[in-house]
């Protein structure tokens, strides 16, 4: 089994819509949980950031932990074209610790 | 602030060749990991360097190894290159202990090695 798992599916949403990803983790040693956008051709960058359980909102974003369930959870509301990307989750365990385990990456797709 | 550079961003090698790849880390940065992503496996941990010195080590062979000089900047080798090396291999900055998002990485754009 894999640390992160993350259902790599392509989603599709009309623009206007809520996307939700998800991921699930197996290691309960992780605390700390990110949220990356990889536009094509591009490297990853920081989306959302999030400590222990809990949920946190920026903008039309939010990202919600249930470390009980070891399950992480991002919301992306009123979606735009430009929200077109791969998304991927990461988390780490002891402060200090810069090995991220990541997931595959949902290409998420919004269509005008 | 300038963000992570990398270089070359393209190359092409053949089987059995050895490449070096370049990462230059956010100013004030210390730590420096490197990342292979790939369409089958995603993003897998390399290793990590902090004041030029290893200090995590992924599950890779011995063919991949990693350096960082002392003004943080880093490099990466992969010796006796095979097909299945071929990826695009990212290179990451964090921020300094103590601060905050010191678990966060931020990441160059890549750097794509196509294997021949």
């Known amino acids: 089994q894999k640390e992160v798992e993350q259902d790599p599916g392509p989603l599709s949403v009309p623009e206007g819509a809520i996307v939700s990803l998800n991921c699930t983790y197996s290691?309960?040693?992780?605390?700390?949980f990110m949220w990356y956008r990889q536009y094509s051709r591009k490297g990853p960058e920081l989306l959302m950031y999030t400590y222990s359980s809990g949920n946190k909102e920026d903008g039309r974003f939010t990202a919600q932990v249930d470390k009980s369930s070891k399950y992480i959870s991002l919301f992306i509301r009123d979606s735009q074209p430009s929200d077109s990307a791969t998304y991927l989750c990461a988390m780490s365990g002891n402060r200090g610790n810069n090995r991220l385990a990541f997931g595959k990456g949902n290409q998420v797709v919004v269509i005008p | 602030k300038a963000g992570v550079t990398q270089t070359p961003r393209y190359l092409i090698k053949t089987r059995g060749q050895q490449v070096t790849l370049s990462c230059s880390p956010i100013s004030g940065h210390r730590s420096v990991s490197w990342y292979q992503q790939t369409p089958g496996q995603g993003l897998q941990f390399l290793f990590e360097?902090?004041?030029?010195?290893?200090?995590n080590k992924g599950n890779f062979p011995g063919r991949f190894s990693g350096r960082q000089f002392s003004n943080s900047r880093s490099e990466m080798n992969v010796s006796t290159l095979e097909l299945g090396d071929s990826a695009l291999y990212l290179c990451?900055?964090?921020?300094?202990?103590?601060?905050?998002?010191?678990?966060?990485?931020?990441f160059g754009p890549g750097t794509r090695l196509l294997v021949l």
């Open positions: 290691n309960s040693a992780f605390q700390y």
């Open positions: 360097y902090f004041s030029e010195t290893q200090r």
């Open positions: 990451a900055s964090s921020p300094p202990t103590g601060t905050s998002l010191q678990e966060t990485q931020y």
